[in-house]
């Protein structure tokens, strides 16, 4: 799996615009070919600072988006940005939950009904 985030700090006046972008990248971006999410967050303390949280099954697909004219207009907010956007790509090869949590604090696994 690949992970991709993505911050963005963005000028106090271009908060709206660059959001709305962000926004509309959500439902075509999650429909691209091994996308597994696509997810926007904004900073809790800087309202003007947002990060895209991507995961892909594979480097080939998550190029083939770097690629794209979509991935275009997300590069297209720099000139909206109060500093150089940064973008970090991590490669996993293993994950794991709240099993092991609960292993390594020597707890039974809990189940929630509802």
């Known amino acids: 799996m690949i992970i991709v985030k993505i911050t963005l700090h963005v000028l106090i006046e271009k908060e709206k615009e660059v959001m709305q972008t962000l926004l509309s990248l959500i439902e075509p971006t999650c429909k691209e070919k091994g996308c597994l999410s696509y997810n926007v967050f904004r900073d809790i303390e800087d309202q003007n600072i947002f990060s895209l949280l991507e995961e892909w099954n594979n ?21 909206l940005l109060r500093k150089p956007m940064t973008i970090q790509i991590h490669t996993v090869s293993n994950s794991e939950g709240m099993k092991m949590v609960n292993t390594l604090r020597g ?7 509802i």
Do not use: A, P, Q, W
């Open 107 to 113: 707890k039974s696994i809990l189940i929630y009904s």
């Open 59 to 79: 480097r080939e697909n998550m190029n083939i988006h770097i690629k794209s004219d979509r991935f275009g207009v997300l590069l297209g907010t720099m000139s």
